[in-house]
């Protein structure tokens, strides 16, 4: 299966793309941990990226997409992926499904997670990520009060884009430039809306419902 996942900053995205690549046995690929493995890494990928992350701007198509196509190339991707956190306008868009029609496949559907605002505001003021494997956590919703990460022992820490004049920034960001490829993907005829409010699991739950006709 080929699926992007969509939805504003905080909706769940990278939360449900690790429950749902671990179901179908497919890679998880988030631009945003890769750009910020990169920064973390000290590499020039992650120097260029880091003043773009650091406003909450998006970083430059040309050096999105060159690295999205290396990952997309990689053997592991050939036969399904997630994407998570690209495409995140419609020039990404239309360069993925060229991109993807030269290695002679396409999507098979884009799932819209749909959350309300002042619910993203209080899941991104709240979100812990581990630095060691990347999980995500939420200080209220996962009781987190001790920093450390239940799955793997790892600390916890505050991205630097989750301070609220950024996350601002990042929904306007949203709204201008992603939020038009909700009808782009309609217009596709592959698009589905999945409630993402409630618990993970819900959620969880609901997704894999969606994407059920789509699986063998
Ligand atoms: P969130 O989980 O809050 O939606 P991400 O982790 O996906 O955020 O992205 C963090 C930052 O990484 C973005 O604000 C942007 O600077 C950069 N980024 C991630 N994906 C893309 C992309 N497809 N195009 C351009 N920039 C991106
Ligand atoms: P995105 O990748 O879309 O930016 P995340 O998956 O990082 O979003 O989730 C943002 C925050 O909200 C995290 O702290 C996560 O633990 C929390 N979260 C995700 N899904 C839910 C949910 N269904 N209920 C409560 N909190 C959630």
Request: glycine share 10%.
């Amino acid at each position: 299966m080929r699926l992007v996942l969509v939805g504003p900053p905080g909706a769940g995205k990278g939360t449900q793309a690790q429950f749902i690549a671990s179901n179908l046995s497919i890679p998880k690929i988030s631009t945003g941990d890769i750009f910020r493995a990169n920064v973390s890494g000290g590499t020039e990928l992650g120097k260029l990226a880091k003043e773009y992350m650091d406003r909450g701007d998006l970083v430059p198509d040309e050096v999105t997409i060159a690295m999205v196509r290396d990952r997309l190339s990689e053997s592991d991707a050939q036969d399904g992926f997630l994407l998570d956190g690209f495409p995140r306008n419609v020039p990404q868009a239309e360069i993925l499904k060229k991109m993807l029609a030269e290695f002679g496949v396409a999507l098979d559907i884009v799932l819209e997670l749909v959350v309300d605002d002042d619910e993203v505001v209080r899941r991104l003021a709240g979100r812990r990520t581990c630095s060691q494997c990347g999980r995500i956590w939420h200080v209220d919703f996962d009781d987190k009060k001790d920093d450390v990460c239940d799955a793997c022992g790892g600390r916890l820490y505050q991205r630097d884009d989750d301070k609220e004049q950024t996350v601002r920034h990042r929904l306007e960001v949203y709204q201008e430039q992603t939020a038009p490829l909700v009808s782009f993907y309609a217009d596709e005829g592959i698009l589905v809306g999945v409630d993402a409010t409630g618990p993970v699991e819900e959620v969880t739950q609901r997704a894999m419902e969606a994407l059920g006709p789509f699986t063998d």
